[in-house]
């Protein structure tokens, strides 16, 4: 059974990249457009991974880890922080929320998939 993965970006073809990215490589994929979005689709069933952006309208992507992580199902859910931000301050606020993995863009697709299959839930 294929794994999902939730990409939330407020860019679509950011989405639509990652997505095509993820789904050559046989996972499933949800999308959020941002982080409010993406938490509505939160609702009890199985996500391996979160691929989240940091600066988007409606609630950023360190505001929507640190919800994640108040939520029981998605507490130990690994986060990825795909970004333009590459300032370490930024990435000391992603880790302190709980992403685990820091990619910056633009990125390869094959260091994406190498962070995807490191962190993945089993």
């Known amino acids: 059974m294929a794994k999902t993965i939730m990409i939330v970006d407020?860019?679509?073809?950011?989405?639509q990249v990652i997505g095509i990215t993820l789904?050559?490589?046989?996972?499933?994929?949800?999308?959020?457009?941002?982080?409010?979005?993406?938490?509505?689709?939160?609702?009890?069933?199985?996500v391996h991974l979160i691929i989240s952006d940091v600066n988007m309208p409606?609630?950023?992507g360190i505001s929507f880890v640190k919800q994640v992580k108040q939520l029981a199902n998605y507490k130990f859910t690994p986060v990825i922080m795909l970004t333009t931000e590459s300032a370490e301050e930024k990435k000391r606020e992603g880790q302190a929320a709980g992403a685990k993995a820091w990619v910056v863009?633009?990125?390869?697709?094959?260091?994406?998939?190498?962070?995807?299959?490191?962190?993945?839930l089993p």
């Open 10 to 15: 407020d860019s679509s073809s950011v989405r």
């Open 23 to 46: 789904r050559g490589a046989g996972y499933d994929v949800l999308e959020g457009c941002d982080g409010k979005d993406a938490l509505t689709k939160l609702d009890g069933r199985k």
């Open 58 to 60: 409606n609630m950023d």
């Open 105 to 120: 863009k633009p990125f390869k697709p094959d260091v994406l998939l190498n962070a995807v299959q490191k962190l993945i």
